[in-house]
């Protein structure tokens, strides 16, 4: 007998083929988001109302309110000429709020028209889609924002210190930021795009009732309380403090430390809520649809 061994054989191929790749979802992912915010654009610059009302009614406002209240508001400044700044961020922030309702409305039409569904079902998910539209708004209220920078320039507002600007472009974004998380809390929440604009007063009094118009110790006693302690006073308070000039002395706004502080924590406060808000009804919106 042989004490050779009996040849085995094998049934797999001669040539081992390499397992390719795993594609990455998140460049596909981010190009899809993309691919959304385009989609939101062409139809906002073929939407001429939208396009219009984005560019025109923030300038409008900061012109109408300047001509009819201009000398007003500068009397209550201690001042022979209104200082626009205080106005400006207050009409900044509040053209921003002014679009929540109408795209979080948007949002709600495209989901009772069947479209987040189908988004839902395809190989990218609904992810890129949120994401698409949170940028879409953030974009938007930004582009909201320079018309009223411009006209405030043009009607005699200036920017004394480098502090000053930095802190108004802060103010900018972070509105958008919070503006954006919020349209999408209430655009997958909302039962129907009326349901948007719940937030509506609620706005108003938070612009109007601060130091926007008129400083906060001009209020009526009543109402005092509630304006030094509006978010949007603190914002404002802290650009005149930063900016300096005439209407920080007249205001004693002098420190700007402690209306950035709370700034801060108002910003921080608010954007837990919205994105609490946010995440709660886009979760809820992506188990409905799976």
Same mark, same amino acid.
């Given at each position: ?38 989609? %939101? ?108 920078? =411009? ?16 802190? %108004?472009?802060?103010? =900018? ?79 004693? %706004? ?15 406060? =608010? ?20």
């Amino acid at each position: 007998m042989s004490n050779t061994p009996a040849a085995t054989y094998s049934s797999a191929p001669a040539t081992a083929r390499p397992t390719p790749p795993a594609t990455k979802p998140y460049p596909r992912r981010a190009h899809a988001s993309w691919a959304h915010t385009a989609r %939101l654009f062409r139809r906002f610059v073929r939407t001429r109302a939208s396009l219009l009302s984005t560019i025109f009614t923030p300038m409008l406002m900061i012109v109408f309110q300047w001509a009819l209240f201009g000398d007003l508001i500068a009397k209550v400044q201690g001042l022979e000429k209104i200082d626009l700044l205080p106005l400006c961020l207050m009409l900044i922030l509040g053209s921003q709020w002014l679009y929540i309702p109408a795209n979080s409305a948007e949002i709600v039409r495209e989901r009772q028209s069947g479209i987040v569904a189908r988004v839902s079902t395809s190989a990218s998910g609904i992810r890129p889609l949120i994401a698409g539209e949170w940028l879409f708004s953030f974009l938007r209220t930004i582009l909201a924002s320079i018309p009223a920078l =411009v006209a405030s320039f043009v009607f005699g507002m200036r920017i004394h210190t480098w502090s000053a600007a930095l802190w %108004l472009v802060v103010a =900018v974004i972070g509105g958008a930021i919070f503006t954006a998380t919020l349209v999408l809390a209430l655009g997958f929440g909302a039962a129907s795009p009326d349901a948007t604009m719940i937030v509506t007063p609620l706005f108003m009094v938070a612009l109007f009732l601060s130091a926007g118009f008129v400083p906060a110790t001009a209020f009526v006693s009543g109402l005092q309380w509630f304006a030094r302690n509006n978010p949007v006073t603190h914002v404002i308070e802290a650009e005149i403090a930063l900016n300096g000039g005439a209407l920080a002395t007249n205001l004693s %706004l002098t420190d700007a430390t402690s209306a950035m502080t709370m700034s801060g924590i108002w910003f921080i406060g =608010v954007m837990v809520v919205a994105g609490l808000l946010a995440v709660f009804a886009t979760t809820r919106h992506s188990r409905n649809t799976a």
